[in-house]
């Protein structure tokens, strides 16, 4: 596998796992991550929160690690990237809001590079209009948003991934080795 550079957008209340885990895995096997989030820069933190399924109607959160950034988002060119990671979390609902974030989305879209997104991280890729006729898993409460944006919702087993085209995704942290195996096959 030959080293690739990776894209990470993420911010405050991004999954701890759903950013930690990849960015680690793709940096143990070669690849250059750069971690960004609007209006930080690299060597700035965003807080983290682990979400977990104890057998509530719903996941549970927790205060999770600090995740330092080690690239700056100001100035940041997305050709110069070979794919894309959107951690879930709380981050993609205000990130989508973001039309800088939407636009660089869109450019892995349209150049077709990789990109995998994972639980919440459905959320920004619905408002960057990149779903329309894909097929989409995240967790199940982005349903709704996966198909008014046009995508067809994959339920999935939450250790599950689905491979659309360049789109790899998952619905929660249970799915990394069957989400990041798809997303390695796709840097390949």
Not at 13 to 42: I, N, R, S, W
Not at 64 to 78: K, T, V, W
Not at 135 to 161: I, K, M, N, R
Request: glycine residues 8%; hydrophobic residues 40%.
């Amino acid at each position: 596998m030959s080293g690739k550079k990776v894209l990470m957008i993420t911010g405050d209340f991004t999954e701890d796992y759903e950013t930690m885990v990849p960015f680690q895995a793709l940096q143990a096997v070669g690849h250059t991550v750069h971690a960004v989030c609007p209006d930080k820069k690299a060597g700035d933190t965003v807080a983290t929160a682990i979400h977990d399924f104890e057998g509530d109607q719903t996941y549970t959160e927790k205060p999770g690690h600090r995740f330092a950034l080690n690239a700056d988002f100001e100035g940041l060119n997305p050709a110069d990237y070979d794919a894309l990671v959107v951690p879930g979390g709380r981050a993609p609902e205000y990130l989508r809001l973001n039309p800088e974030v939407q636009n660089l989305v869109r450019h892995f879209f349209e150049t077709n590079k990789p990109v995998a997104a994972i639980c919440h991280g459905a959320q920004l890729l619905a408002a960057a209009g990149v779903l329309k006729g894909r097929t989409c898993s995240a967790y199940p409460a982005c349903q709704p948003e996966v198909e008014l944006a046009g995508g067809t919702f994959a339920s999935l087993e939450v250790d599950q991934a689905v491979t659309d085209a360049n789109l790899v995704t998952a619905p929660a942290w249970p799915a990394h080795p069957a989400w990041l195996a798809q997303f390695f096959k796709l840097l390949d």
